[in-house]
């Protein structure tokens, strides 16, 4: 099997878990949107899918996630309502899009050097929310340049230099890919307690 169909498993009752195989390279949006029951998946190692579409898991009942290592995209709503949802393993994801997790129940977030965007409202009204950390990023740039959603195209979209404003000590100069840029409504609504960052040393 190597694709799971849009609303595959939509409004299950009684679906409780779920092992994708490494076989499986896309996944369907919806596929398993309002699965209630549904507390547990597992991607076996060796899985080659690139992103999770959009409203995959929304409304479903999962409590924890560890995202594969392929995966680079996490698009918009995926985990979208996920009220149990308390623990997340982003892994090497690339680009988190709107409202990505928004409405869960994460406690705390921690964000790999790999990822570049951060969109709208990603972790938009998380009140259960009391650490993220930023420390593995060289820079921070604040990102509210109103777009849709950022594509998997190969290359990443151009800010202006006029729509990007430095928040972190930072050393950037010009727009590319280092660091990681960040809409400035990403954690609208959310009861962060603890923000970790790396500032940089300065001679």
Not at 2 to 14: D, G, M, V
Not at 146 to 157: A, G, I, M, N, R
């Amino acid at each position: 099997m190597q694709y799971i169909k849009e609303s595959a498993f939509a409004n299950s009752t009684s679906l409780s878990e779920i092992t994708i195989p490494n076989s499986v390279k896309k996944i369907g949006r919806d596929a398993f949107l309002n699965c209630q029951k549904l507390e547990t998946v597992k991607f076996i190692s060796g899985i080659k899918l690139k992103q999770i579409p959009s409203f995959c898991f929304a409304f479903s009942g999962l409590k924890s996630i560890s995202i594969q290592e392929s995966v680079e995209i996490i698009q918009s709503s995926s985990f979208y309502g996920c009220r149990e949802l308390e623990k997340i393993d982003l892994n090497r994801v690339k680009i988190i899009n709107k409202n990505a997790f928004s409405g869960t129940n994460l406690q705390e977030i921690i964000l790999p050097s790999t990822l570049k965007f951060i969109c709208q409202h990603a972790f938009e009204g998380i009140k259960s929310l009391k650490f993220v950390d930023l420390s593995l990023f060289e820079n921070i740039v604040d990102w509210n340049k109103s777009t849709q959603d950022v594509s998997t195209t190969k290359k990443y979209p151009r800010i202006n230099s006029s729509n990007k404003r430095i928040i972190l000590p930072s050393l950037i100069k010009s727009c590319n890919n280092k660091g990681c840029y960040i809409h400035e409504s990403s954690f609208c609504s959310s009861s962060i307690k603890i923000i970790k960052v790396n500032i940089p040393r300065y001679r």
